[in-house]
Nanobody, 123 residues
Framework: QVQLVESGGGLVQTGGSLRLSCAAS????????MAWFRQAPGKEREFVAA???????YYADSVKGRFTISRDNTKNTVYLQMNSLKPQDTAVYYC?????????????????WGQGTQVTVSS
């Protein structure tokens, strides 16, 4: 089990950039798959991006080419670099951890979640 704390959200104009961070507790961070999900008001939580324990990455089609997920196992941190932001990217972004460390696109397969960080993109 890991505890996750997100940071880096905020208000940005269309076309701008933000970098989200998710700091994890625990000595076994490197063995977990990590993912970002998001939830907009009135919508279901949706998959955004994931990175496996061997750094294989996968992205939702809606963010491919604009967002980059990465991890620093020395800092127990996963990042989401978000470029060319659009108003439809507005949501609460959640960090999630999964063991074993292979990627899943399904939220229910992630056992640990952060509290979320708000991202708002103005038009």
């Amino acid at each position: 089990q890991v505890q996750l704390v997100e940071s880096g959200g905020g208000l940005v104009q269309t076309g701008g950039s933000l970098r989200l961070s998710c700091a994890a507790s625990g000595r076994t961070f490197s063995t977990y798959a990590m993912a970002w999900f998001r939830q907009a008001p009135g919508k279901e939580r949706e998959f955004v991006a994931a990175i496996s324990y061997v750094r294989f990455t996968y992205y939702a089609d809606s963010v491919k080419g604009r967002f980059t997920i990465s991890r620093d196992n020395t800092k127990n941190t996963v990042y989401l670099q978000m470029n060319s932001l659009k108003p439809q990217d507005t949501a609460v972004y959640y960090c999630a951890a999964r063991y074993p460390g292979t990627i899943s696109l399904t939220a229910t397969e992630y056992g640990d979640w952060g509290q979320g960080t708000q991202v708002t993109v103005s038009s």
